[in-house]
């Protein structure tokens, strides 16, 4: 076992010629929000290892989760009993989703800072995002509510508005595979931000705020899912694509051929259709019975398989449809 290598000479190799490049273009990130992490990051200690605030803001949104999952297990606390959940619940998960994000926004930052950055480090970052993603998407739907054949949100569109948002982050570093370049996607602070947002209102005013009609007719988290998919389909995904094809008239996509470079694609579209297909054929109606857990289970499969190809990205495994054949 100790003469076990670890690692190959190839991905050592990439290792040496990998260099983290990455766009950032969002307005709310540039002018508002970078200055904050700025200020915030000069006053971390330089012997706090980059990788301790990565996993610490992962930590506090697991802790999040859970509190809230301790009084909401079955998204319908908010609807039944608008009083279940105390108010303290709400502005800490605003405290904690702050906290998140502050620490997610500074990791790169004070890596640079300390001269240690890696690809690990990057690795270790981004793959507890694609998990985090998830959990922030989970949380939010103990405020929203469970339908309950007057308002609240039925556990299909939970799983259609958890796919989408999961299906934006792939997009985003699928075009970092062919490109060679993060193009931070403007989602990501938006929600951040629309997040801490909807804890505030929700401990401020009750969650009676989402059951009432907002504007036109729609309650609010109709008018988030609307905005949600129009954002997907009509800004993110298009960005994606033309950030792609513009680096093929440059000549700098990083993969040649048509089928490397939708590669990528074929797993995590292959979970999802596979995970569909549960859904809308499960005898027990699985969905219905145990929302939390099962949404859990398809952020932690997704997880799982975007995990795998950053690790690509990062050149330290061989990506392949075939069997991997070990040197």
């Known amino acids: 076992m100790c003469r076990w290598r670890y690692v190959s000479a190839q991905q050592l190799d990439g290792f040496r ?3 983290y490049s990455a766009v950032d273009t969002n307005p709310l990130s540039v002018y508002i929000m970078q200055p904050i992490w700025n200020k915030i990051i000069k006053i971390v ?15 506090i949104i697991l802790i999040n989760y859970f509190l809230i999952a301790f009084y909401d297990w079955d998204y319908t606390a908010s609807g039944t009993s608008p009083g279940l959940v105390p108010t303290w619940v709400w502005l800490f998960s605003a405290f904690t989703t702050f906290c998140a994000y ?19 480090g990057e690795l270790f970052d981004h793959g507890l995002d694609s998990w985090a993603t998830s959990i922030f998407v989970l949380s939010f739907f103990s405020v929203c509510s469970r339908d309950n054949g007057k308002t609240g949100v039925s556990v299909y569109t939970m799983y259609i ?14 075009e970092k595979y062919n490109t060679g370049v993060l193009f931070l996607p403007w989602g990501y602070d938006i929600s951040q931000v629309v997040l801490i947002t909807a804890y505030l209102l929700t401990g401020a005013v ?27 389909l009509f800004l993110s995904f298009p960005q994606t694509l033309y950030n792609i094809h513009r680096a ?23 979970l999802f ?14 969905l219905a019975k145990q929302p939390r857990l099962f949404l859990w289970m398809v952020g932690v499969a997704f997880s799982n398989v975007i995990g795998r190809q950053l690790s690509e990205h990062l050149n330290i495994y061989i990506f392949s449809l075939k069997k991997r054949v070990q040197e």
């Open 102 to 120: 502050a620490l997610d926004s500074i990791d790169g930052k004070h890596a640079r800072r300390t001269q240690s950055s890696t690809p690990l």
């Open 17 to 19: 010629r990998y260099k």
């Open 45 to 59: 200690p330089l012997w706090i290892a980059p990788n301790l605030l990565t996993f610490s803001g992962f930590v």
């Open 248 to 270: 093929y008239l440059n000549k700098t996509l990083k993969n040649d051929s048509l089928y490397e470079g939708l590669l990528p694609l074929v797993s995590p579209l292959l």
């Open 273 to 286: 259709i596979l995970l569909t297909v549960w859904v809308v054929l499960s005898p027990g109606n699985i």
């Open 206 to 232: 009750g969650v009676e705020v989402w059951q009432k009609p907002f504007l036109f007719g729609y309650y609010i988290t109709d008018i988030l899912v609307i905005l949600l998919i129009g954002f997907s």
């Open 161 to 174: 508005y958890l796919s989408i948002v999961l299906f934006n982050f792939m997009c985003s570093h699928w």
